[in-house]
């Protein structure tokens, strides 16, 4: 939690208020940050200009959002294995994984793929772990 005392869930609305909630565009991003910037994102990205010109490159509320609710998701996690409380072990993890795949965009078909092969073996949970981006 913030040194003011307010939850992850509680600094929302002001990251909204902060961060557009759109994804920049190949455009945006030149224009905001320079072409330097941009050639590197298009390297790590191993995509050509005219492949990423109608891409969302960079989503920076999406991005933001899930750092902050991954960090309610620490406490939640916490109080969970605190109580020995397994289901609510797994809602977290598997919470965690969604807003990586869903908000920080680090999953691949692979992931998803082993993650229901894991689900379908019986695992109560699995999620995406270190850097990510597959």
Do not use: W
């Amino acid at each position: 939690s913030p040194q003011d005392g307010r939850s992850p869930e509680q600094l929302l609305p002001l990251l909204l208020e902060a961060v557009p909630p759109e994804p920049m565009s190949l455009a945006l991003v030149k224009a905001e940050l320079g072409s330097c910037v941009t050639e590197q994102l298009l390297k790590r990205a191993q995509l050509s200009p005219a492949e990423a010109e109608s891409l969302p490159i960079l989503q920076p509320y999406a991005r933001a959002a899930h750092v902050l609710q991954e960090a309610g998701r620490v406490q939640a996690l916490q109080d969970a294995m605190g109580k020995g409380d397994l289901q609510g072990m797994a809602r977290v993890m598997n919470a965690g994984h969604a807003s990586c795949r869903d908000l920080y965009h680090i999953s691949t078909p692979r992931i998803e793929r082993l993650r229901s092969a894991a689900a379908s073996a019986g695992a109560l949970a699995s999620r995406i772990t270190g850097a990510g981006f597959g």
